[in-house]
């Protein structure tokens, strides 16, 4: 280990134990709760459970590396959301996790599939190659022998136009804006491989009467958090908020993307540590796109006009949106439109976990924890499935064979707005 991983284990030590102090590992009173309802440890050996590898391993560490067990924690966080006694044990492990990076150094593998925005700008230039590179046997075969990303793990779609190419050369807006403003992130998928998606979220916001400020941004870090890069991660995070900040620092900031969106209201403090008040304050303001509709609703400033949608559509929770303590807003807001059977997969996780289910090592994991889900999905859809986040729809719809989409695709249809597409 060289000088400055040294260094580098030793600081990110010294915040876990700072982290087990304050979150006290005495509150963990055995109860297994966390391991009965983790995703990952039913389906493989590999990883004993959340509270095996956290707070009761780390009892007897002190001090002495990390067990390589834990890096099979997908970091969904269902052990800490369900734990009776409040142990942040996903915050506890993931910190484990970036100590033994520290230590043994992370892979060239890990460092390459979370730089998304530089995959996005290098990819849509040249989409058409870039799909038929990433759908090609062959070249997903060397991919896997040489970086160490599954042959059969779902990859984006590159598209020919990024979401602020298209936001350059669309018309003026002529409808005024009646509510005020609003600050739209799109993440990194949003701006480049699911710019549908983010054109509709626009769309619709501008409907029911805001003005959308999009400011550039780049990438909230957490796939460099989930992969120990905690200094990279840092830094990404911090010039994300003041590029959401530079849009105005009074106006909700409203999100497609929903694990981003945890990463600024939740992991940014508890896991990287940042508590800077520019930080806290974008993390109270932005919200996800359903939750922020469900919010004017409730108040009865949602307008409900909704044309009927008729089918049955199974919905997926994914536990990344769920570990922000905001119930299922999209799922509520769904079964506003009439005609629509929305059926809750009621299942813990996909299994991808964001970058988790790409490696080589840990996409049969990943398959075995999603399988209830395709499954499901396979039974109840007619044509159709609905996700909050980005990697959650891409590894459904590779799996199941069913057509993925953000719930704000249907609001967009249900408000009648595709009708001059």
């Given amino acids: 280990m060289s000088k400055r991983q040294d260094e580098r284990a030793k600081e990110l030590r010294e915040r876990l134990n700072n982290e087990l102090q304050r979150m006290s590992l005495d509150m963990c009173v055995k109860c ?58 996903a915050e506890l492990n993931s910190l484990a996790r970036a100590v033994m990076k520290a230590e043994q150094g992370v892979p060239v593998r890990d460092q390459l599939i979370t730089q998304t ?38 990859m984006p779609t590159a598209r020919t136009q990024s979401l602020h190419s298209w936001l350059k050369k ?29 054109k509709k979220a626009i769309e619709v916001l501008e409907h029911i009467g805001y003005d959308v400020i999009v400011p550039e941004q780049g990438c ?69 796109i359903s939750e922020f509709l469900m919010e004017l609703y409730e108040a009865d400033e949602l307008p409900t006009d909704f044309r009927p949608i008729n089918m049955r559509l199974p919905y997926h929770a994914p536990c990344q949106v769920k570990s922000q303590g905001m119930g299922t807003p999209a799922y509520d807001l769904l079964r506003l439109i009439p005609g629509l059977e929305v059926i809750d997969s009621n299942v813990t996780c996909c299994g991808i976990a964001g970058t988790y289910g790409l490696k080589k090592e840990k996409y049969e994991i990943a398959q075995a924890v999603g399988k209830p889900l395709f499954d499901m999905i396979k039974d109840t859809n007619e044509g159709l499935a609905a996700c909050d986040t980005e990697t959650c729809r891409w590894q459904i719809e590779k799996s199941s064979g069913v057509t993925t989409v953000h719930p704000i695709v249907l609001i967009h249809q249900a408000y009648g707005l595709g009708d001059g597409e």
């Fill in 220 to 288: 909230c870090g957490l796939a460099e958090q989930s992969n120990g890069l905690f200094e990279k991660a840092s830094a990404s995070v911090r010039k994300l908020d003041e590029q959401l900040r530079s849009a105005g620092t009074d106006l909700p900031i409203v999100s497609t993307a929903g694990s981003c969106t945890g990463m600024l209201k939740h992991e940014a403090h508890e896991i990287l540590g940042i508590h800077d008040p520019e930080l806290l304050d974008v993390g109270t303001r932005i919200r996800e």
């Fill in 32 to 89: 297994t709760i966390c391991e009965t309802s983790c995703p990952v440890a039913p389906v493989t050996p590999l990883f004993s459970g959340p509270k095996f590898v956290g707070p009761q391993a780390e009892r007897f560490r002190d001090g002495e590396s990390v067990d390589h067990s834990v890096d099979y924690c997908s970091s969904c966080g269902t052990c800490s959301v369900v734990c009776p006694q409040g142990v942040h044990v």
């Fill in 117 to 154: 925005v530089l995959m996005g700008k290098a990819m849509t230039p040249v989409a058409p190659i870039a799909n038929a590179v990433l759908d090609n046997k062959l070249a997903r075969i060397a991919m896997e022998k040489i970086v160490g990303v599954h042959r059969d793990a779902p």
């Fill in 170 to 198: 669309r018309p003026a807006r002529t409808k005024p804006a009646t509510r005020g403003s609003v600050v739209y992130f799109h993440g990194c998928a949003g701006g480049y491989f699911e710019v549908d998606a983010a």
